[in-house]
């Protein structure tokens, strides 16, 4: 994996065609609100309650010179191509004449909501935990009517309100910058639009795309939830071979190039979770991202890139006792030091990103957003004003206020560096412990380089039981005397991409994120306990092994 | 209609299956957190992150003696009979387990949410309106480990994290107990499931008991994103005559005995806004409801009960120029007051019925919730595991804080009082504007009982043009024309259940939901006027009518 080179970004003259090259963004000296100086000024009305937005208004370039994006009609099913604009907005152009009395619009008054103010205390940039949020953190106030006082862009009266299905122009504008400051997408016309967090956003792509009977394309394990969204549409859920590195773009091609049409109509659609996927912790670098894009070019692939561990990528792994390299020294060296995304390279308009909050900001806020070309993205939003209706106003109220007004971007970036070592310190424990706790005759594991899973394999033919007893029953055995020993951990065959393939591997997934250091080595030699008891291998007392099997089994009932 | 007697409420003992009857639990000492002293005790567990829940915990009475509810295999999708448990979630009951540690669920840990504190300034009982709030609201505070502090029952590190599809238990026990205290179902197994709104429920509705080529029955003039949402899945909806009551369920009756099956497959799903229906405004009375029910079980409809107007029922109209009645005296009269809803009849669980806060809290929250069947909200909720995933949880925190821990049962039926006083103000000075100002001889109207919608009809056969120009050129003319005043208001052809069946009827559809007073009659002023110009009916000054078409058409450009 190479990262990409950490060049000066460039950043174009609103008022001129002109590109003009800016030393380093992030050096110069930063207005959380106007984005370095870059921001466009936009149209008043679109802060307003249930105002429609263009994202386009929002970029910080002009992309007019790239290629525009292929359309997708030969793959989009009827009922997203059926979709046409609410009819009650008809009215809508009418509502900015002068003097117009509007008894159009079903809205409630503002006057009915019975909420004065909202504050929430944050972090101040860069005390970022939660003792100096608590010691010196912000409170952030949203009022009422604070739009309409000229107090701030965006207030309850406002968000609280009903919105638009892309969500409002307000929060819309934060992650449209931020999507272009660290994708920079290679093709004109790219939009966004916010989601409701992208387990609704993979359910709304499926019925974009897929119909009864289509086959899903994806890692050979995967995000369990993702096969039981495709399952009940119809939809069979077939996997490409992974390696350390992820998904294998020649296995893939191999696949498609040999389809057999027996198995069913030639996939199209591939989910793919290209960084700290979920279950195996794998991440593709930027090589393979390449290769993988060039298959999906060849197969005429759309893909759908889920990537809520983008930005858990860590620190490189230096090994057992040696201490982290030091953290990213600026906003440019961190942001050259991520993996380039499949949106990056996307020049055809064939990737939908899902972004989502939910892994660095807060999964309740139910926010998260989608990125990719306007033919996409407006049939995405047309869905969502008849179903989601829109995302939380009052999470995007909460989001703008911390994102937009009070850490602007380059005090986000700071929060996703925090976040980046957080994790890298969590990862480095759990690594430390399986190195000191877990047999390596019949576990191994790679370092994994993003997001939230540590992926265990197991020897299963070196067990004393196979091949009398099959992988499902050795795999329950294990798990089950880990419970018994007092850790759970997940069993790999609930990720199987398809039950009704032969699987010869055997895994465990154990997350490093939601427990503290202590408990998360306790819980590692709990497991490698287990391990040994069930291969009939000598357990270990104080981090040495022994023979005493059953000693610490009785810890937990 | 008959508004059922004001009995008092039977509550049961919790430990006793004897009916104890209170006189007046409205009357009692209110104690916001134990409705009545009748809470029961629920498992800790539950108040957890992402814990299941089962909302007939929170019931306060025991149901065991009424009839069980029907089972809808033969009307459900494949689709949603074909969705298990999440399969992560088998690992879930081992998490209770004294001492175990979990590397199991993929949550963040609540350290990454950036925030420490949440605050909302609420209005205090009875000082409900926004410069009451001002001056004497209540701040409600949220910390970020309340629940394991023991400071309340939720909290930031709860609300902010992932959840389950249902909603959490928190806001879920309240809006239980409310459904009780209102509907009291007349079956055993009714169940609740938080939604993120009755626009998405009815998405999920569709994907529940529809396929393609299926026909949805409405009121044959609906909600228009219903339509909107039903015909990309290849839904047709099919109109039922109404009359000022709303639905016929004699007409419906007739629909269903007499279908020619050369119209499609035999419809079983009718959607319906019993109470201050968009766009009609009507309201069905009891009696109404009592027959549409038995049409329903006649014909073994199931039910898609829309009610989110339900609490906007007003004082009865008492005529121009005469103050309306008194408020009610008691929360008791107040609840006796409401039409009976279709679920308090549906001794079948034939009724799914869909609430929301967004008219009577907000629409941003983006959280209603449904009753119906156990079997029907199960299935319910495990689409929203794989689609929507959760409803908004900052949303739930503050609903949970203003609605339960401040406000109490008490206390939100006081605020739907006060709102209900408010809808009853606001309609009144429509009514008295459409006396004052509209045309009578080409345009008359129904005083709505309930909503926000004011429905006018045009006697276009009386207009000049007609029958040289059609219903809906004409419609468009007088529209524009209003527009052309300054006066917006919808096209009832926008609200058509079937824009192909023929209609031979005019409307338009005005709100007095949004504007104040003075904008309201001016704007109903300038609709009247364009009217009388497209009719060439004589034209109002001062209230008087002259002869001068022309004159006041130059205020707005």
């Not at 893909?303 to 990528?313: A, W």
């Amino acid at each position: 994996m190479s990262p990409p080179p950490p060049a000066a970004i460039e950043v174009e003259a609103v008022t001129d065609t002109t590109a003009v090259t800016i030393p380093d963004p992030f050096t110069a000296p930063f207005k959380p609100n106007e984005l370095y100086g870059r921001r466009r000024k936009t149209e008043k009305s679109q802060w307003g309650v249930a105002a429609p937005v263009n994202t386009a208004n929002f970029q910080l370039q002009k992309h007019d010179h790239k290629p525009v994006a292929k359309r997708w009609d030969h793959r989009m099913t009827h009922e997203a191509l059926s979709r046409e604009g609410a009819s009650l907005k008809k009215a809508a152009k009418y509502l900015g004449l002068p003097g117009m009395i509007s008894l159009g619009g079903g809205l409630p008054s503002s006057e009915y909501f019975p909420f004065e103010s909202l504050s929430v205390k944050v972090p101040t940039p860069p005390h970022f935990s939660e003792p100096a949020t608590a010691a010196s953190g912000t409170t952030l106030h949203a009022g009422k009517h604070d739009l309409a006082n000229g107090r701030a862009l965006y207030d309850i009266s406002t968000a609280f309100n009903y919105a638009q299905g892309t969500g409002s122009a307000q929060l819309l504008r934060f992650v449209t910058e931020h999507t272009e400051l660290v994708h920079n997408p290679p093709y004109a016309d790219w939009r966004t639009t916010l989601s409701i967090g992208s387990t609704s956003a993979l359910d709304m792509a499926l019925r974009m795309f897929t119909h009864r009977g289509d086959i899903l394309l994806s890692e050979e394990y995967t995000f369990a939830t993702a096969v039981e969204t495709a399952a009940p549409l119809g939809v069979r859920v077939v996997g490409v071979p992974m390696d350390a590195e992820g998904l294998v773009p020649a296995a893939l091609d191999a696949l498609l190039s040999a389809w057999d049409d027996a198995r069913g109509p030639k996939p199209f659609l591939l989910y793919t979770v290209p960084t700290g996927q979920n279950p195996t912790g794998a991440t593709q670098g930027a090589a393979r991202r390449r290769a993988l894009y060039a298959v999906a070019r060849k197969h005429d692939l759309f893909v759908l890139e889920d990537e809520p561990y983008y930005f858990l990528q860590m620190q490189p792994y230096a090994g057992p006792g040696t201490p982290p390299p030091p953290p990213p020294a600026s906003h440019a060296e961190f942001l050259a030091s991520l993996v380039p995304s499949l949106l990056s390279m996307d020049v055809d308009g064939r990737v939908m990103r899902l972004d989502s909050f939910s892994k660095v900001v807060s999964p309740g806020a139910r926010i998260g957003w989608v990125t990719a070309s306007e033919q996409v993205v407006r049939a995405y939003a047309r869905h969502a004003d008849v179903s989601t209706q829109s995302p939380c106003g009052m999470s995007q109220l909460v989001l703008w206020k911390l994102l937009d007004e009070h850490w602007g971007h380059a005090g986000y970036l700071d929060w996703l560096i925090h976040i980046r070592l957080e994790y890298t310190r969590r990862r480095d424990v759990i690594l430390q412990a399986c190195e000191r706790f877990l047999p390596k005759e019949v576990v191994s594991w790679e370092p994994p380089m993003a997001g939230m899973f540590h992926w265990l394999r197991i020897a299963f033919t070196k067990h004393p039981d196979y091949p009398a007893k099959s992988i499902q029953e050795l795999e329950e055995e294990i798990w089950l005397a880990g419970i018994e020993a007092g850790a759970l951990v997940m069993r790999g065959s609930w990720f199987y991409a398809d039950k009704t393939a032969p699987h010869d591997t055997m895994f465990f997934r154990a997350t490093y994120a939601a427990v503290p250091s202590e408990k998360l080595q306790e819980a590692i030699r709990r497991f490698g306990d287990a391990v040994r008891v069930s291969f009939g291998l000598k357990k270990m007392e104080n981090g040495v092994e022994n023979g005493d099997a059953g000693k610490n089994g009785s810890e937990v009932k």
